[in-house]
């Protein structure tokens, strides 16, 4: 019986360290002393590929951010995730979704999150970014990726982007979920600012 609990946690211990050493560098969202300004953003200056969720792949940037159209960019982070199946269903503009996860352990990424956002995503026409690795957010000069919060970001049709608004949803709200009268209240904030 000793001889079969070492092994147990002798592959609980090798295990573990498989995983630390094969997970890729994580990175997290660049903070800089110098900010850009916002009519300095351009779509340019935006990562040339993304994994866009549900397409098995990746999606190249002048395919998602078209030339002389005008788009919304709705970053949601880990907890404002909560907001894409009603927003799915009640957007009427041209948005895109940006899954902010940079923050999630590599480990739960590809366990967990990934097939949660798919999911999530399901049977929508809106292109949703898997931005597991910060370079978007970072590309946008956004440092802030609380948990709680979603940024929407305005692509005009000169190429130029700038920082239209932010919000909050509540805390736990992806495990846990919102009440219908929450969920309502946060789409109706996040829609009357695509302005």
């Given at each position: ?20 050493l ?87 990424q ?38 709680t ?14 920082k239209v ?31």
């Amino acid at each position: 019986m000793a001889n079969v609990l070492k092994i147990v946690f002798l592959g609980i211990i090798g295990f573990g360290l498989l995983v630390y050493l094969t997970a890729p560098k994580q990175n997290s969202v660049k903070k800089s002393s110098e900010t850009l300004k916002n009519n300095s953003l351009k779509v340019s200056s935006l990562p040339t590929h993304y994994e866009v969720i549900g397409i098995n792949g990746y999606e190249k940037r002048e395919n998602i951010f078209q030339a002389d159209s005008e788009k919304f960019i709705i970053i949601l982070n880990h907890d404002a995730l909560s907001l894409i199946e009603s927003l799915k269903t009640f957007i009427d503009k041209d948005i895109v979704l940006v899954a902010n996860i940079s923050k999630t352990p590599w480990f739960i990424q590809k366990m967990a999150v990934d097939g949660k956002l798919e999911e999530l995503n399901l049977n929508s026409k809106i292109p949703m970014i898997n931005d597991s690795n910060a370079n978007l957010i970072s590309a946008l000069n956004l440092n802030d990726d609380t948990q709680t919060k979603y940024f929407i970001f305005k692509v005009k049709k000169d190429s130029s982007i700038m920082k239209v608004a932010e919000g909050f949803v509540k805390e736990g709200a992806m495990e846990n979920g919102l009440t219908k009268d929450e969920l309502e209240k946060s789409v109706k904030l996040l829609l009357s600012q695509l302005k």
